[in-house]
């Protein structure tokens, strides 16, 4: 993931049975670092676990900002720019909704 991330923002899915579909992400702001490992830890759960559903996982939804450890990169903050085409945030919803996500979890530090 992290190879990939160095390319662009990667989605990971992870799909078995009928079940509902959700779609998480983390990493909207790159110093929130917590929120990204955890979203590590559960795609290594995932590889071994089977679902009934489907799983889609952005675990480094900003991976520019993660790789300088800034919370906005170019001072932009993604959490408030999903209107806004052309930016991951708005490609993250245009994606929940084409694949019919039940529920959607945006994942920081607290």
Request: charged fraction near 20%.
């Amino acid at each position: 993931m992290v190879k990939a991330a160095k390319k662009g923002t990667p989605v990971i899915r992870f799909k078995g049975g009928n079940g509902k579909t959700v779609f998480i992400t983390a990493g909207v702001h790159g110093t929130e670092l917590s929120s990204q490992v955890a979203a590590m830890k559960l795609i290594a759960k995932l590889k071994n676990t089977p679902i009934n559903g489907t799983v889609y996982v952005m675990p480094f939804m900003n991976p520019k900002a993660t790789a300088k450890n800034v919370r906005n990169y170019h001072g932009v903050n993604l959490n408030s720019k999903a209107n806004v085409k052309g930016t991951i945030s708005y490609k993250t919803v245009k994606l929940i909704v084409k694949f019919k996500c039940s529920a959607y979890g945006d994942f920081h530090c607290t």
